[in-house]
């Protein structure tokens, strides 16, 4: 059995292995003559998987390691008999943190403290729910925008998506890309709601490039010089909008998504489909594989406070590192790509264990997400 599998997905090659042959290719282009004889495709978001690329081909199994599905005709995979798993939530805790990570950044810059703030929180599934749990945490006021939940009849108080963009101070988006049907969100950050942005508002989007009208953002920006904008995602990747880049507050080449637990989790969740697939399921737990963070446990004493929060969350992972990157590769040929392929480990705040001498700084601290304990 032949197994193609992204050669950016960390554990295929040892996982894969113990069921067949695995050939690792680079995923953006994908080397299609390498399907010929392959039965299974494990892919990133960057290859798009169309019906042209699984014809004539003996794939039965298709798997994405990413939440998001935009990239693969799911219809047309069906049609073909193909099958198809994505591996939804993998990421969903290193979206949290990079925009936790981002708001602390933009925070002590700005000189606010974000439990006097008002997030909208627009598409509140996998990462929504989660930085909501984190936000709320932190004090926040948190609104939610989910149509489809919404229409379901779930229990939370949704708002509409213009209701949440005019009334929040700091506006994040974590819907699929969806360009047709009753809840399309491509371009629903228009001029229009641009410009009703309250003053001084936050936007960030680490979902996908197109659900902002980028050329739209670019023309407000010119015109509105108090909104601060964090992009993970553009329109168009690679080939992203230099301009735009220059006139964003934290921009970063779509690694929101990137600590190293979310890609393995992306790994072993796939792998566990595909196990189920043929018949010989197996599960894998994250800490066979995972490895010992660089910094591991830290001391601290004192109470809880903003400040301490953003050392310790920028002491796993600080956003200027990679908007610092894409800064300078962003004119570099294939640099975008090259960052995302050679991306510096990151873990997520749980690989880091807080002894707290103060016993409300270690349960607050374990609520948004280290691993605490209270030594008296
Ligand atoms: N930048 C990055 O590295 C990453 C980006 N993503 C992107 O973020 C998206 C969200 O990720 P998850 O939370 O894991 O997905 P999810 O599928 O768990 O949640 C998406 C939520 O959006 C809601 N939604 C759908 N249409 C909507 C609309 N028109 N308006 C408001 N809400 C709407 C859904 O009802 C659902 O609750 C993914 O589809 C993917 O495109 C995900 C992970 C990493
Ligand atoms: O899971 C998703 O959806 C994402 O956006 C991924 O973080 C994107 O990573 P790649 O699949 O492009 O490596």
Redesign the pocket.
């Known amino acids: 059995m032949k197994i193609v599998v992204d050669e950016n997905m960390p554990y295929a090659q040892e996982l894969f292995s113990r069921k067949g042959e695995v050939v690792r290719v680079p995923g953006r282009p994908l080397p299609v003559d390498e399907l010929q004889d392959a039965q299974a495709l494990m892919v990133r978001s960057v290859t798009p998987v169309t019906t042209q690329l699984v014809a004539n081909t003996p794939l039965a199994f298709v798997g994405s390691a990413?939440?998001?599905t935009?990239h693969v005709e799911l219809a047309d995979l069906e049609a073909a008999g193909v099958a198809f798993s994505a591996a939804?939530?993998c990421?969903?805790i290193?979206?949290v943190e990079y925009v936790l990570s981002a708001l602390l950044l933009l925070a002590e810059r700005d000189g606010y403290a974000l439990c006097d703030k008002t997030i909208g929180i627009?598409?509140?599934?996998?990462?929504?729910s989660r930085l909501q749990a984190r936000c709320e945490a932190l004090g926040m006021k948190v609104l939610l925008?989910?149509?489809?939940?919404a229409d379901r009849g779930e229990k939370e108080d949704f708002l509409s998506?213009e209701s949440v963009a005019t009334q929040a101070d700091i506006l994040t988006f974590?819907?699929?890309?969806?360009k047709q049907g009753a809840?399309?969100?491509w371009h629903?950050v228009d001029r229009d709601l641009l410009e009703k942005l309250p003053l001084g508002c936050v936007l960030i989007n680490?979902?996908?490039g197109a659900v902002v009208d980028n050329q739209a953002l670019k023309q407000v920006l010119t015109e509105r010089h108090d909104l601060s904008v964090v992009l993970?995602?553009w329109e168009p990747e690679p080939h992203l909008d230099q301009q735009l880049l220059a006139q964003v507050d934290i921009a970063t080449a779509?690694?929101?998504?990137?600590t190293l637990e979310g890609k393995v989790r992306g790994t072993t969740q796939l792998y566990e489909a595909w196990t189920a697939f043929i018949g010989q399921p197996e599960s894998i737990a994250l800490s066979e594989l995972l490895p010992q963070p660089d910094i591991s446990a830290v001391d601290v004493t004192g109470e809880f406070s903003q400040s301490l929060l953003k050392r310790l969350a920028h002491l796993v992972y600080d956003v200027r590192r990679d908007d610092a990157l894409l800064r300078l590769h962003i004119a570099d040929e294939g640099g975008f790509d090259r960052l995302r392929k050679q991306y510096q480990e990151r873990r997520e705040w749980s690989s880091l264990t807080v002894s707290c001498s103060d016993v409300s700084t270690a349960e607050r601290l374990r609520q948004l997400g280290f691993n605490t304990l209270y030594c008296a």
């Open positions: 990413t939440a998001g935009d939804p939530g990421n969903a290193a979206v627009v598409g509140v599934g996998n990462v929504g925008c989910d149509p489809p939940r998506l974590h819907t699929p890309l969806i809840y399309p969100t629903c680490a979902c996908r993970d995602v779509h690694i929101a998504g990137y």
